[in-house]
């Protein structure tokens, strides 16, 4: 049989069938853009900072596929070869890039030479990918103008699909690691189709028959021990053992436990200690529960523990707590596990509490109530979503929800080791008409840690009175809280205001921490 009489690869004319090889376009182009997004999101969850780490990510992939793009002009024969090595290597390095990326930062120091050097040889490989079948097409269509309408229109549109289905579907439902052994396995899939469809035009096809069923075999076995996989490396990034794991829509939630020390991790970000977590919970609580003029109506932005609602329902003249918190998973859990449900003594169950799982700036944008204690329990401001909660805009619509005489308490990060965000957090609240002033702890898990006390009305700390069961705070502690050394506050005229259209706060944050 000739090559112009394969049923599969071509048509009645004697040209190849280009349909097998534009659905290619479309697949590919899914995998392609999966994969950067693949390697910014596990940068940005290692090392923070997501807008720096997209920005690399992508500027570096897009560089090397133009890489990519330039090589193919040294491959003038034999281009179904050649475009079955090309998926096959990435169809390899893309399925393993993630177990790479993590066992990289787990087990030594070689993380940015590895996320470089995995960067530029897929965006190298992906670069070839379109130059390549555009050539095969062409030639054999014979229409330059018609070949790239349709291999950038399906590009096109793969791209768009991938990028919808990595943080809908892939990421939340498989991780990040079985993401990319499932990609990988879609990739060698192609180059599967392309060698049962184009046989007879493949000169190594031998060769190439049996490479597919090696890495096909390698891939599924990444897939089907990823879990394992992931496990271990995990296991290696906790100082202890690990007795809960979960990637919710939102993010990935890690209880460890040692004796009896339990700790909560939220993208690798500790939540709190059992063992110390009523230190900063008395902190956050108290001293605004304790100046406020009325306790009857509480809000707390975040707190989806139910540490902070534990606090604040020792106060009998409480009737209404209302938590926001935007991912549901992690009330659950917090509500349901025995031991958290221990720590925060129920508190999620309790009739005067109400959860409304939405973002909280979404939420003070669209509720018409008002708080007389509203509690800002929110994690750290280390990317951009979160960002948007500090920012003088946000603490706008908190002042719009405050009742007269009310006291809004802020965990503002720590004075000592992020001393420039924690004075642009308190910067950005006086800017919107509060009265402020602030306070830290040491919390021995976290080290020094700070807050921010505002109201609409001047109020005296001294007037703080702590009159219901602590296992930390009293009267004669509560005023010590409020004296900063020397060193927490050299820079706290030294910054500015955090806003939506300049996040500087993220730069503060960023730049303290890395030091750390």
């Known amino acids: 049989m000739t090559k112009k009489d394969s049923i599969n690869s071509t048509n009645t004319d004697g040209k190849i ?7 290619a376009v479309f697949i590919i182009a899914i995998c392609g853009i999966i994969y950067e997004l693949i390697i910014g999101a596990i940068s940005s969850y290692l090392l923070g900072d997501s807008v720096k780490q997209y920005s690399i990510t992508i500027g570096l992939f897009m560089s090397a596929m133009g890489i990519g793009s330039y090589i193919t002009r040294r491959f003038k024969r034999n281009l179904f070869d050649v475009f079955v090595t090309i998926e096959l290597l990435i169809g390899l ?8 990326l993590f066992a990289a930062y787990g087990y030594s120091n070689t993380y940015y030479i590895v996320m470089y050097g995995t960067i530029i040889i897929i965006g190298i490989l992906v670069g070839l990918e379109i ?64 060698i049962f469809k184009y046989a007879d035009y493949i000169k190594r096809i031998k060769l190439f028959k049996l490479l597919a069923i090696v890495f096909t ?154 708080y007389n204690v509203i509690i800002v329990d929110l994690p750290d401001p280390n990317n951009e979503s979160l960002n948007k909660l500090y920012t003088n805009v946000f603490y706008r619509l908190v002042y719009g929800r405050l009742a007269e005489g009310g006291m809004v308490s802020i965990q503002s990060t720590s004075p000592y080791y992020a001393e420039e965000s924690y004075w642009c957090i308190r910067k950005t609240v006086a800017s919107e008409g509060f009265f402020t002033t602030g306070h830290h702890v040491y919390v021995p898990s976290f080290g020094d840690w700070g807050f921010t006390l505002a109201s609409k009305k001047d109020f005296d700390i001294k007037n703080i009175d702590i009159t219901v069961p602590t296992q930390y705070l009293n009267n004669d502690i509560v005023q010590a809280l409020f004296v900063f050394g020397k060193d927490e506050m050299k820079k706290q005229d030294m910054v500015q205001i955090n806003s939506l259209t300049h996040p500087v706060l993220i730069t503060y944050y960023q730049k303290a921490w890395h030091s750390y």
């Not at 069938?17 to 659905?23: D, S, Y």
């Not at 529960?289 to 106060?315: F, H, P, Q």
């Not at 509500?335 to 009739?351: F, Q, Y």
């Open 93 to 100: 390095i893309g399925g393993v890039s993630a177990v790479f």
């Open 17 to 23: 069938n280009a349909t097998p090889l534009l659905f």
């Open 217 to 370: 075999g390698l891939i599924l076995l990444g897939f089907f021990t990823a879990d394992q996989t992931a496990n271990r490396i995990e296991n290696n990034l906790y100082r202890d053992q690990i007795i809960y794991r979960k990637q919710t829509k939102y993010q990935r939630m890690i209880v460890t436990k040692h004796r009896d020390d339990m700790r909560l991790f939220l993208n690798g970000n500790i939540q709190f200690s059992s063992q110390d977590e009523y230190r900063y919970h008395e902190a956050l609580i108290h001293p605004a529960m304790s100046l406020t003029d009325n306790r009857e109506k509480v809000l707390i932005l975040g707190g989806g523990d139910g540490l902070a609602a534990r606090e604040i329902l020792k106060y009998g003249d409480v009737e209404k707590i209302t938590l926001v918190d935007l991912d549901p998973e992690v009330i659950d859990f917090c509500r349901s596990n025995p031991l958290i449900k221990g720590l925060n003594e129920a508190s999620l169950d309790n009739e005067k509490l109400t959860i409304v799982n939405q973002d909280a700036y979404k939420f003070l944008d669209i509720t018409d109530e008002l």
């Open 131 to 194: 130059p390549i079948l555009t050539r095969i097409i062409e030639e054999n269509e014979n229409n330059l103008r018609l070949t790239i309408a349709n291999v950038l229109s399906f590009d096109y549109v793969g791209a768009l699909i991938g990028s919808v289905a990595f943080p809908l579907i892939l990421l939340p439902h498989l991780g990040h690691i079985k993401t990319s052994f499932f990609v990988g396995f879609i990739n060698i899939m192609v180059a599967n189709i392309i």
